[in-house]
């Protein structure tokens, strides 16, 4: 089944304590990103890769790190999680068809709670 | 900056009935506009996408329209069904694609 997985699904950490959350999808899509939703708020895109090795900042970047050595994973890095870090995550994928439009498929979310 | 504007109110409709949400967008017009359906407690799935060229495009019961004059899309759903019932996302992409702008979503109940 093509998906997009996301791992862990819910965790509660303390400040400071570097946290990794793991996005991998089986589709062979070039364009990945990450977002983080809140109420009110709606999805803005933390980070995005156009392929491996290539990365660039969304919207609020501040204080997340993302890595893409292989083209199926795309690992969201909190080095020194902060309260207002708490959120609902969320990993997608896509391929652009021919005329560049990117079709986003979402993995299920990771519920992040931050003390 | 861009600003994407959707009906922050819950929309309450009888079944059988047309819903129609609106998504109204600030500055430069997209390249393309999608929909997503988003049930809580999950990801977003992916309904429609019309191109900044096109006026209408259609899907079973569902159907959207892009006015660049008016900087809008509408998005409606016939025959509504309480299965309808969820968040409706309105979504911006710009050419080259790598940046999809969200709005906040309006939430849709259907009544039987």
């Known amino acids: 089944e093509a998906q997009v997985t996301q791992n862990p699904r819910y965790l509660i950490t303390v400040t400071g304590k570097k946290l990794t959350v793991t996005c991998s999808q089986n589709m062979n899509h070039e364009y990945m990103s990450w977002y983080r939703q809140d109420p009110g708020l709606g999805l803005r895109q933390i980070y995005y890769s156009m392929n491996v090795e290539v990365t660039d900042k969304g919207d609020v970047p501040e204080g997340y790190k993302v890595s893409r050595k292989e083209k199926r994973n795309f690992p969201l890095i909190l080095e020194s999680p902060s309260p207002n870090q708490t959120s609902l995550y969320f990993c997608?994928?896509?391929?652009?068809?021919?005329?560049?439009?990117?079709?986003?498929?979402f993995g299920a979310g990771s519920r992040l709670t931050v003390l | 900056s861009q600003k994407i504007e959707q009906n922050s109110e819950a929309l309450n409709i009888q079944e059988g009935k047309t819903a129609t949400l609106t998504c109204n967008y600030t500055n430069y017009s997209p390249a393309y506009l999608q929909w997503y359906r988003q049930d809580p407690g999950r990801g977003p799935v992916f309904l429609l996408l019309?191109?900044?060229?096109?006026k209408e495009k259609r899907k079973e019961r569902l159907k959207v329209t892009f006015d660049t004059t008016l900087k809008q899309s509408l998005f409606h759903i016939t025959a509504s069904q309480p299965a309808d019932s969820a968040t409706y996302l309105c979504?911006?992409?710009?050419?080259?694609?790598?940046?999809?702008?969200f709005g906040a979503g309006t939430r849709l109940f259907v009544k039987a």
């Open positions: 997608a994928s896509a391929k652009a068809d021919n005329t560049g439009a990117n079709v986003l498929t």
């Open positions: 019309i191109r900044e060229n096109e």
């Open positions: 979504a911006l992409s710009y050419t080259g694609g790598f940046k999809t702008i």
